[in-house]
């Protein structure tokens, strides 16, 4: 159910709100595209909880609140722009089709990766008592598969819209949470599993496989 509240809230205020200008672009299939993939994406993943953010903030540094902001701003954009600025909303081309692909592989990706990672994947940087070093499945492609697919999934949004300044504006915001996030996080690993993550580092690329 709070699933289910999280993607409610997420879309009524990146992608609702946005359109209260233009009403009949809400059931724009563009548009519906990209709140399926949000939906998607929310209920593939573990619940974000504001007491989990509190409790773990000393491991996690608030970084969920980042990407919860750049993501915010990765869809915002795209969608005001294709809405507002855009003369020709209902183009069907190459570069949607492109999109549509987009999310679906990166929500893909994302869901293997959480489903690989279990009790292990939270929303927070947090390390378990129990904690073991995932190195099979996606993550034997990247260390952080799930951010993968999801900067895949999002920074697709500008590309199903046509927009090009929301999608420059959509990878800057999440490489830069990313950054940050997997900074964090990696220090985590790095003190909690020593020599092991270590050579894990330089075995597997971060979040592109064979680039970074």
């Known amino acids: ?24 672009l809400m059931v724009h299939y563009k548009i519906l595209v990209i709140i399926l993939g ?16 509190s409790d773990k903030k000393s491991s996690d540094r608030f970084s969920v609140i980042l990407i919860l902001a750049m993501s915010f701003i990765s869809v915002v954009v795209p969608v ?21 692909l987009m999310i679906v592989v990166g929500i893909t990706f994302r869901a293997l990766a959480v489903r690989y990672l ?15 070093l995932i190195t099979t499945g996606p ?3 990247v260390r952080h598969p799930s951010y993968t697919g999801a900067f895949l999934a999002i920074i697709a949004g500008g590309v199903v819209l046509e927009s090009l300044v ?7 915001a999440m490489i830069i949470a990313y950054y940050v996030r997997i900074g964090i996080e ?14 894990y580092q330089k075995n597997t690329k971060m979040i592109i496989p064979y680039v970074w």
């Open 1 to 24: 159910m709070r699933k289910i509240v999280l993607a409610s809230v997420s879309n009524i205020l990146m992608v609702i709100l946005p359109l209260l200008g233009k009403p009949a």
């Open 38 to 53: 949000s939906i998607a994406m929310w209920l593939t993943q573990p619940a974000f909880t504001v007491k989990e953010t």
């Open 80 to 100: 005001v722009d294709w809405a507002y600025f855009k003369f020709d909303q209902d183009g069907l081309n190459w570069i949607t089709v492109l999109g549509i």
């Open 118 to 132: 279990g009790k292990y994947f939270t929303p927070t940087v947090q390390i378990k008592d129990d904690h073991k």
């Open 139 to 141: 993550y034997s492609i």
């Open 166 to 172: 929301g999608f420059i504006i959509s990878c800057t």
């Open 186 to 199: 990696e220090k985590e690993l790095t003190a909690n599993f020593g020599i092991a993550y270590e050579q």
